[in-house]
């Protein structure tokens, strides 16, 4: 510690939000170097590497081979499987000295495509499986809490390939255990989800959340053992709904109904149900978006939800990847005066609608109208009749109105059923650890990778894609284990294994430390030593517990009575063992 | 070898011309992505990471932390210094999604400075020597040899700080002590090489070659102990002539003299010389050249030579860094009517010349004229009269003309004297593999990094910056280390240490070849096994002597008798040795 590169601080960086980023800079282990980017201080580096290694291991386990991509990549084949512009803003795009596009890649599924490509010809060579733990690019809109949504980071990403579905399936198994034994290994708990595969492309992906409070994915679970991302989670089909029994619509004047609440009221006020009062779910709230294609177009869509719903924004944006989508701007409203902000009805909009039957065919995007499931067909509505201060209610879908199709678009409800009928769904936050792909023959199609099989037919490969992003695994960690005074590592990943401290300035005291710390290096355990002379005990203990070593032995007053005192970080024990002893002791306490 | 991912090459790739190169990508170790931009293939990555084990621990061991910094840096800290623009197109820059300017690192003095000035604030704090191992990045205008001289290359970076230059000489020496350590301990030639500074600024450095003809770097060595790269070289000044007996000039046509040589020939044929015939020696050639500085003006110098050496671009350049050089084209020689191409002669050039009287002050830049050192004070020279089809001769340096000052510009040449005084030069190739720097103060003043000395005084901090290109050493590895067949690598940094070769379709070899490799695995020796049962047994000892793994153990025949057979890769000896001590055999040999 006396030599260390290390500064800790007693206050939190003014731009850190989430304990994990505050600890890591706090104790030492990462700085922020520009927005999204950050340098591995020695401690940092310790702990990044021994995961690494975790996660070398474990993919070696599995008979995945490693080798080593650059970042800097050709636009070429990026261009051939679209995602050079499907990526959008989020890659990092440059030119080099002949005007040549180049990308600082995201994750390498076209190059691997390509190596295989040109070292393997036949059905012989496969399966095999390759990885690399490289750095990541990602031009990050929002770069949040340190590394966990960094714009430069580390990513383990692997690339199978077989010869038939089946072989793919084996391989994503085996990708899988491999990542199930990464997070047992490292104790960090985890829920594998089922995902959307968004500008990956490809069937089946899952992800590996780690549960946890300040994550950004959403994810839920039924007590029968589903669980998936929200953006993953479908609406559970429902039947039509018998409307031979509504009246027909009917215009009423609602001058003071601006929210869904007031609009309930004036309806149960002026037009009362028969059976029971009406409720914001009797609403239809129709929502006005704005999709940018991949290609820069900007497409308009209007989206219709039961009004005691909100749109959730994310789940709208995977059910129309790889597009992006925001609110629409009053400036983009203007310029469809059918559409009344505030009283927005499906009477003028849809497949139905004027506009749709006048416009010459192809010369503009049609204003699409997409339902959310839970508007079931038959379903009667209280919606807006188009303009201000009117709405009409016995509003029947597949009567009265008809839309161009459904989206997955409001937000999932704790309580909400399964999609496969495994009970109600419960909600919880989660920060996304890992993620596997089922990509299919995109990818080998689009970059012309076959292999002849028995038969010496050309045959495109099918391909799986494998991602943990390492150094936020890292960050996950810390989240993990650490209390009010700092980090708490698992000893699988601690920068050391104990950190000697000493106490006072006799050099008895240091003497002896020197030595433990000698022998305990030559047993295999890894000391972090603080010999610092003129740095008080109380900075020292703080310290400790900051950088969060499992366990410190404290050489000090006790020395002159021959003891030393064994303290574990976790659990805030500590135990005086003889001095004379001290090795086979802190041996046996680690080991444990 | 049944599973892993490589593929040997029997034919040379077309796009390499060196045996390393040829030799990396034929053997599976290296992958050629884009221009200059490689993938490390497996037995590419082992020896890759085997070496740079090598770098960490030496550096480890003279004290040297390791960190871990972005490749992608922020524009303001590079701006500061000067290297944003110094770099020219070498420097891969980008923008990202908010406009922002960034570059791929080429080396991180700026950041390293930035970081330590973040932590540190004491003189207690000092001496620090800080390093990573990382992918660097250079737009090379003409990327060659593979991973020689690549656009993405892996770079051990070091950069130590200190409060005196005293302390600046220390840690120089302890960086140089490791570098010798770290090529001692892979086998490989050196010569530390004075050296210049180039963009990186600073005063004293060195560079590491390993000696070698198809090397980029030309450096000079003398009996005595000198060594520099030609680039620094400098000539031993000589004492001023006495042109007291020389004639006035003299102009003389000379309509069959396009060449140094006719010239002479014409010389010595219309105006003999008393003592001895004219020569080359006697001509004073001048150059003309642009130089591109950082900022992208283009300045015309012109640089006077003896005839009988040739200019030597890359020591121009190096001594006008950081501006780029090359010849005048006609075009901007055009603009310059005063200079005939073919007769330059200084007399209308040079501080005295008609246009520098006559331009207003600072109006454009004048016309500077340089002379090599060999041109000494009151020689007289045969050269241009700058009229077509005339020369003088007699003309006087310091009588008849002036220059602007001296420029290091001709080519060194076996036999020249060394500036020690240490004896005669001979001139070899090398490759570059390492480069060590005292920076002194320069980034530290553009910077703002100080600390508080023993005084409290605020004291700019001196600094060394330490490389070695990783990857390029992996390629000298190879080329020092290899024959016809393939490659052979040291012990130190082979990717196996044992091949085992099975010959036959004798189950018994196979079995018996799997218990082999799984004892010498178990006894710390690494193994590559081939046990490809299709494959001849003439392509497997291709293969092996391909991918230069340093012992072969051949598992085959001899197994009736009892026997395995050992190969030495360098030697080309084998030696039969009973399969029941083959363990213990094979230990042996490999360990002596």
């Known amino acids: 510690m006396s030599t260390l590169f290390v500064r800790t601080l007693r206050d939190d960086p003014s731009d850190a939000e989430v304990d994990s980023h505050k600890l890591l800079v706090r104790a030492g282990y990462i700085r922020r170097t520009a927005p999204g980017i950050y340098t591995w201080l020695p401690l940092g580096l310790l702990v990044l590497r021994r995961l690494e290694a975790i996660v070398r291991e474990e993919m070696n386990a599995e008979g995945a081979q490693e080798v080593l991509f650059p970042a800097l990549l050709p636009r070429e084949p990026y261009e051939k499987t679209g995602r050079w512009e499907e990526y959008g803003p989020n890659l990092f795009r440059l030119k080099d000295r002949k005007e040549a596009d180049y990308l600082l890649a995201p994750t390498h599924e076209e190059v691997f495509t390509l190596l295989v490509k040109d070292m393997y010809s036949s059905y012989k060579d496969l399966p095999v499986t390759l990885y690399q733990i490289q750095t990541k690019y990602r031009d990050e809109a929002r770069p949040r809490a340190g590394v966990i949504r960094a714009r430069e980071f580390v990513m383990k990403d692997a690339y199978s390939f077989d010869l038939t579905d089946e072989g793919l399936d084996r391989s994503y198994m085996a990708m899988r255990r491999a990542y199930e034994n990464i997070f047992r290994r490292v104790g960090l708990p985890y829920v594998i989800c089922s995902a959307v595969s968004g500008a ?44 031979s029994a509504v009246p027909l619509p009917e215009v009423v004047d609602t001058p003071d109904a601006p929210t869904i609440d007031s609009l309930v009221d004036v309806f149960n006020s002026v037009r009362p149900a028969n059976d029971r009062p009406w409720n914001a779910a009797d609403t239809l709230k129709n929502v006005v ?78 204003l699409r109208y997409l339902l959310d499931p839970h508007v079931v067909r038959g379903s009667a509505w209280i ?7 009117q709405h009409v209610f016995h509003l029947v879908y597949g009567r009265d109105f008809e839309a161009d199709g459904t989206i997955e678009a409001v937000e999932v409800r704790s309580g909400d059923e399964a999609p496969d009928g495994s009970g ?89 430390a020197e030595r433990l710390a000698a022998g305990l290096e030559e047993a295999g355990i890894d000391v972090l030593l603080d ?51 001290a090795l086979a002791e802190v041996s046996r306490t680690v080991d444990n």
């Open 383 to 389: 919606t807006g009749a188009n303009k201000k201060n």
């Open 424 to 512: 109600p769904l419960s909600i919880s936050r989660g920060i996304e650890i890992g993620h596997i792909f089922q990509l299919g023959r995109k990818y080998a199609k689009a970059l012309g990778l076959t292999v002849l099989d028995n038969n010496g037919k050309a045959t495109v490969v099918t391909m799986g894609s494998y991602g943990i992003g390492v150094s936020r695994l890292l960050a996950a960690l810390a989240e993990h284990n650490h209390d009010d005074a700092g980090l708490i590592w698992p000893r699988a990943v601690a920068p050391a294994t104990v950190q000697i401290l000493t106490t006072g300035k006799d050099d008895a005291v240091f003497d002896t």
């Open 200 to 243: 990956m492309g490809g069937s089946r992906s899952e992800e590996f959340l780690f549960p946890c409070a300040i994550g950004e994915d959403t994810f839920v679970q039924s007590a029968g053992g589903y669980a998936a991302n929200t953006e993953a989670v479908t609406t559970l089909p429902a039947a039509p709904v018998d409307f």
């Open 289 to 366: 978006v704005t999709a940018t294609h991949p290609d820069g177009t900007r497409e308009l869509l209007i989206i219709g939800v039961p009004g005691d719903r909100e749109v959730d924004m994310k789940r709208v944006e995977a059910a129309l990847s790889p597009a992006q989508v925001e609110m629409a701007t009053p400036e983009e409203l203007a310029e469809y005066p059918e559409l009344v902000p505030g009283y927005i009805g499906p009477q003028v909009i849809g497949p139905q609608s004027p506009r749709r039957k006048d416009l010459p065919e192809g010369e503009r995007m049609p």
């Open 531 to 581: 010999d610092r002379r003129k740095v008080s005990a109380g900075v020292k203990f703080a310290d400790f517990e900051l950088i969060g070593v499992p366990y410190a032995v404290v050489v000090g007053r006790g020395l002159k009575r021959g003891v030393v005192e064994i303290r574990n970080r976790r659990e805030g024990t500590s135990v005086e063992v003889p001095v004379d002893n």
